[in-house]
Every structure is written in C-alpha cells, then in structure tokens.
Nanobody, 119 residues
C-alpha cells in the first residue's frame, strides 16, 4: 500500500521561506507523477504545483509561479515544495498527491501539513 507523508509545515511570517517534503513508501515512486495541492479557508483543494515522473515541473498555479519550486528525488522517494516570499494568502493545508501511470487523476494522498503565514 502506497503511503504519502508530508512534513515541514509551520507558522512563518510574511516574506519567509519554507520547504515542504513528502516521503512516499510502499510503491514504485518512479511510476508516480506527483503534485502539491492546498486547501485554504474556502475549503477548495487546488493544485499548487506538479512534476512529472522524470522530474520536470509540469504545472504551477499562477499565484505561486516564480515563488514556489517543486522537485523530486527518485533515489530517496521524496517530492519537495520550496516556498519563497510567503504571503498570508498562502495559508492552507498542503497535501502531497500521487498519480499512477495511466491514470487521469491523483488517487494517492497524504494527510496534509498546515502552513500558516502571518502578516
């Protein structure tokens, strides 16, 4: 059974940086496309960034492009989200998600990690 475990969330000030990590176990990590989603006060879960199986970033939300960077380490079975210049509206629960080869949606989810940015 594939498990995704996020870490690295916390309380920071506006303008600070934070790095989220997601450790994946129980499956073949290289076969998973990965992404970060977030769910803020509106409770809508939205895509933040996505990365291909080979490590090429494939999508960034307009609101984070140029401030956030997604990366993965297939040797360590991890995917990361480096966040710079954090703003209060980045406050959300951040989820790591995995998409199996041949599937059209993200079916694998972590439990989420809270990021709170104070002004």
């Amino acid at each position: 059974q594939v498990q995704l475990v996020e870490s690295g969330g916390g309380l920071v000030q506006a303008g600070d940086s934070l790095r989220l990590s997601c450790a994946v176990s129980g499956g073949t990590f290289e076969r998973l496309a990965m992404a970060w989603f977030r769910q803020g006060p509106s409770l809508e879960r939205t895509l933040v960034a996505a990365i291909s199986r080979s490590g090429i970033p494939t999508n960034y939300a307009d609101s984070v492009r140029g401030r956030f960077t997604i990366s993965r380490d297939n040797a360590k079975n991890t995917v990361s989200l480096q966040m710079y210049s954090l703003r209060p509206d980045d406050t959300a629960v951040y989820y790591c998600a995995g998409q199996r080869l041949g599937r059209s949606s993200y079916e694998l989810w972590g439990q989420g990690t809270q990021v709170t940015v104070s002004s």
